[in-house]
């Protein structure tokens, strides 16, 4: 597979998980009546969905990354080259941007909008690195013990850590600073960003330790039999 068409497909399913991250935010608040429970309930269901799909559609191609701190792990596993490395976080980033654009002006709202959002403080940091620990730890152990598994793994997951985290589980530094130009549900501050991205990496680093921990062979001892 060319590395363009490769990039095509980041491009598309990194914008097409921001236009839904945002959108099912801007819709669920309309709709919730000022119950922000349901609200995220909604933007929970819908990210999910997206990246069920979208890993199904785009994964064969690309590997379905969609995640700068994703493909800094590949890298270091030797799964990417340098270059193949950058291209696809550059490509992630632009189109976080170009899909939260998009997600305003489908709800007409201004296309540029510094986000207001306070997400900060130790508890916020602690959130993200432990949402984006699991997060590539069950991209790592799916993809060794059950590929065909990792759409649906990776979707429940995060599923469950947009609730059991603090932060809601961003667990991606392209969306957190995509998310930082808008004033909706799903929004940050733009000086918010610099921490959560940080405990992304941080949280990233250490599941691959702990993945590749786990995946080691312990050595086999031959046990004697009774007589």
Known sequence: ??????????????????????GSGIMGVRLAAGN??????ANAGA?????????????????????????LVM??????????????????????????????AMFDLPLLQPGTRIR????QWLSEGVATFGLVLTILLGVKHRPQAVPALVACYIFA???FTASTSFANPAVTL???LTQTFAGIRPEDVVGFVFAQLMGAMAAMTVARVLSLNPLSRDREQPD
Request: proline share 2%; net charge positive; glycine share 10%.
């Open 75 to 104: 890298r270091m596993k030797h799964e990417l080259r340098t270059h193949e490395a950058l291209a696809y976080m550059g490509v992630q980033i632009v189109a976080a941007v170009a899909g939260v654009l998009l997600a305003h």
């Open 1 to 22: 597979m060319s590395l363009g068409r490769k990039l095509l497909a980041e491009f598309v399913g990194t914008a097409l998980l921001l236009a839904c991250v945002v």
């Open 36 to 41: 922000e429970a349901i609200a995220l309930l």
């Open 178 to 180: 995509a998310r930082a």
């Open 161 to 163: 850590a947009y609730w």
């Open 120 to 123: 900060t403080g130790h508890a």
């Open 47 to 71: 990210t999910a969905g997206i990246l069920y799909g979208s890993i199904v559609v785009f994964g064969p191609v690309s590997g379905a990354h969609f995640n700068p701190a994703v493909t």
